[in-house]
């Protein structure tokens, strides 16, 4: 990637940053921690690496899919769907409040454009998006299905039903992510219920897994580059992405306090110093 | 007796009929199962369309998933396993990737209430009625029999959103014509009374006919009506009954608690309060038996039907 290119895609992210803890401090309460910590690969993904239609379709076909699975990190898909072209900006003023198509997690039920499945009881969407991939091969489409899970969510069964699956039956055309902050809403995970070696547990499970910075922009791009030449090539493949929980923020980074509060209007202010606004705040 | 059938089926093996013969029509359509392909009938389908079945293993919960991502890119997918493990087991996942996410799922379920038999209570869900109705935009349809099934495993196919299809394991009678439509949400009228009502749902309607005879035989004329719709339920046609009749009884093999015999006394409790009776299981698990000993011990027979159409005459004002 061009530096040029990628200095607009970090501006595009520093804006998404902001979106999320005006979101937060607006609604009064919300995810900021997990979100600011995605909006590196979000940004990416949909400035950059997705094939996507600019119109949203809930059917998808012939462009790539995203599923967030880890739906309390609403804040930073919303944004990056609004400064995508999806819906208006001033929406995402809307977040978490009543009459709003931005809930507090992600649904299709509000009609919202770009979100296609409800998201937020974790564990469901590495099935959805093997469902939506499957679907692919069926309709003879060689586009790609992502996907995006918690470390975290990781405690959950259905997880391992779903990699299992993906293996068994080459479901390769799905990149899957994980957000391996090493952070939940009791404690690190290290403390809580120990995921490790996620690595060698999708190894074991038969994915082909790849590991990077998710918060460098540069690595994890070609990150992604590498994977997608794995497509089609018989095995489900994994992002294991190390990312700082409130990235961008320093009173929000090594801690887990920030999963679940939003910041107030002071700190709001102090956050806000810290990220450039690129493309106009809503 | 005013119907007879010449042979007995199973309502699984009209679900997996039916799901062959709808997948021939309709290329959209593709089949989940979870470790139960020959209990669920699905060996033909699979045998058929091998590219549009998915075997998931015993992963209820990852087949409900994958059953609603493929709904996006316009499949129709069909998921089979027992109604334990189609409903209670996966409660979460079908309510938020499913019923709250709009997605055009088709759960069908097999061995449902006691008629399961011997394997036991474990596997014997008396619940998944009053679990599935009260999910928003969840249809839920319990069959009678093979035909019926059959019918309504095609017709579901045809309707946009999530549908759980309830059915059987026993061989029961085939009473109902074959090759006749199927009307998501219609009631059918199986005899005309005055008297008293019956509404029945699933294996149970072939014992509100048994019943009808007897009651007959003692010179009453009764209201039968086959409700193989539960939600959304055809109120008119209850409420036009039981306005002739003033009195009704309801049969199922479903707790009474959560089942079709609530719903039927909201419609009335709402609209035109009669005294009703329910046949049902009442609030109790099942066990190990045989099917009609079991259905006998728990008070799911033509005797229970008739013995509440008196008590629910006698309360009649």
Redesign the interface.
């Known amino acids: 990637m061009k530096k040029k290119e990628l200095q607009e895609l970090q501006g595009i992210a520093s804006q998404v940053r902001r979106d999320i803890v005006r979101m937060v401090n607006n609604a009064g309460n919300g995810h900021p921690g997990g979100a600011l910590g995605c909006a590196d690969l979000l940004t990416l993904l949909y400035f950059k690496v997705m094939e996507r239609k600019e119109k949203f379709e809930?059917?998808?076909?012939n462009e790539d899919?995203f599923?967030l699975s880890n739906g309390h990190i609403s804040a930073v898909w919303y944004s990056v769907l609004a400064r995508s072209g999806y819906f208006d900006v001033e929406e995402l003023k809307t977040h978490r409040k009543i009459d709003s198509r931005l809930q507090g997690h992600p649904?299709?039920?509000e009609e919202l454009e770009g979100v296609?499945?409800?998201?937020?009881?974790l564990?469901?969407?590495?099935?959805?998006?093997?469902?939506?991939?499957?679907?692919?091969k069926?309709?003879k489409?060689n586009k790609v299905v992502y996907v995006l899970m918690g470390d975290g969510e990781q405690q959950e069964?259905?997880i391992w039903?779903?990699a299992?699956?993906a293996a068994?039956?080459k479901v390769d055309n799905l990149i899957a992510f994980i957000d391996h902050n090493k952070q939940q809403i009791d404690g690190s995970t290290d403390e809580v219920m120990s995921v490790e070696s996620l690595k060698d547990k999708y190894e074991s499970f038969g994915w082909n897994v790849f590991e990077c910075d998710g918060n460098n922009m540069e690595k994890l791009y070609s990150t992604i580059i590498l994977a997608k030449k794995e497509v089609g090539n018989q095995k489900p493949l994994m992002i294991l992405m190390k990312t700082e929980m409130g990235y961008g923020v320093d009173y929000m980074m090594g801690t887990h306090k920030w999963h679940g509060v939003a910041p107030n209007d002071e700190e709001t202010k102090k956050a806000l110093e810290q990220l450039e606004e690129t493309l106009g705040d809503f | 007796m005013k119907y007879s059938f010449s042979e007995k089926k199973d309502t699984r093996s009209g679900f997996g009929d039916g799901l062959l013969e709808v997948a021939k029509k309709n290329d959209r359509v593709v089949g989940l199962c979870a470790d139960l392909t020959g209990s669920l009938k699905m060996g033909d389908f699979k045998k058929a369309f091998p590219d549009r079945f998915f075997q998931v293993g015993i992963a209820e919960a990852n087949m409900i998933g994958i059953a609603a991502g493929m709904t996006i890119g316009g499949m129709i997918p069909y998921t089979g396993t027992f109604a334990n493990f189609s409903t209670g087991r996966v409660y979460d996942q079908i309510r938020q990737s499913i019923a709250y996410s709009k997605k055009n799922v088709k759960i069908c379920a097999s061995h449902a209430g006691l008629t399961l038999g011997e394997d036991g209570a474990t596997h014997q869900i008396l619940e998944d009625i009053g679990l599935m109705k009260m999910l928003p935009h969840m249809t839920v349809i319990n069959t009678c029999d093979y035909n019926q099934t059959k019918a309504a495993t095609i017709a579901i196919a045809d309707l946009e959103g999530p549908v759980y299809l309830r059915f059987g394991r026993p061989k029961v009678p085939v009473f109902t014509p074959d090759n006749d439509s199927f009307e998501v949400g219609k009631a059918v009228q199986l005899c005309e009374g005055s008297d008293v009502t019956i509404i029945a749902t699933g294996h149970l309607v072939w014992e509100a006919l048994l019943a009808e005879e007897i009651l007959s035989n003692k010179g009453l004329s009764v209201d039968v009506i086959n409700i193989h719709t539960i939600k959304p339920l055809d109120e008119k046609a209850i409420i036009d009954s039981v306005r002739e009749t003033k009195c009704v009884v309801t049969a199922e093999e479903h707790q009474i608690f959560g089942g079709l015999g609530e719903s039927v006394a909201g419609v009335l409790a709402r609209s035109f309060p009669a005294p009703i009776e329910m046949v049902g299981v009442k609030d109790c698990f099942g066990e190990s038996g045989e099917p009609d000993e079991l259905m006998v011990k728990y008070g799911l027979t033509k005797n229970e039907i008739v013995d509440a159409a008196m008590k629910v005459i006698a309360r009649k004002a």
């Open positions: 809930m059917n998808g076909e899919l599923f649904t299709p039920y296609r499945m409800a998201s937020g009881s564990g469901q969407g590495l099935s959805v998006a093997i469902g939506a991939a499957l679907t692919k069926l309709n489409e069964g259905q039903e779903a299992m699956f068994h039956h």
